[in-house]
């Protein structure tokens, strides 16, 4: 779960967070997903280590969000596949200590990826058992 504060430059000329923005949301979610579940940061290509890039992003928007509000971003695993998985993301709106409502949910593809050796690399086993430890259940592809 990510705790975002709508910035007034995340809004658009209609006054309510452009769409782009939530894809910027959902990937703060994913990296600390990531790195709150395997322990491993995520690095930069230019390290030459192993780590992921994000190959599909998809996103159904449901109402608009607003500067000042708090966009909520839970998300979890539902696939495990030999160097891929995927994430769902649900973010959800609120004004102060108000209720919620759902904004938009959204599914993201990742590969782990070798940077050295320019290629995608299996999901270590490390990985695999972090992640379905915290996702309490097996992951298959």
């Known amino acids: 779960r990510v705790d975002i504060t709508v910035r007034f430059a995340d809004t658009d000329a209609m006054g ?3 769409n782009a923005k939530y894809l910027t949301y959902c990937e703060s979610a994913r990296i600390s997903y990531w790195t709150d579940v395997t322990g491993e ?4 290509g230019s390290e030459g280590a192993e780590s992921l890039i994000l190959a599909e992003a998809r996103i159904t928007y449901r109402a608009p969000a607003f500067h000042g509000e708090t966009v909520t971003v839970e998300t979890r695993a539902t696939r495990l596949g030999r160097s891929s998985f995927t994430l769902e993301h649900r973010l959800t709106a609120c004004e102060g200590s108000g209720p919620s409502r759902l904004v938009a949910v959204s599914v993201s593809i990742l590969v782990r990826y070798d940077y050295a050796g320019d290629a995608p690399v299996a999901i270590s086993p490390a990985h695999r058992s972090a992640i379905e430890a915290f996702e309490g259940r097996p992951l298959e592809g």
């Open 16 to 18: 309510h967070v452009n």
């Open 41 to 44: 940061p995520v690095r930069l």
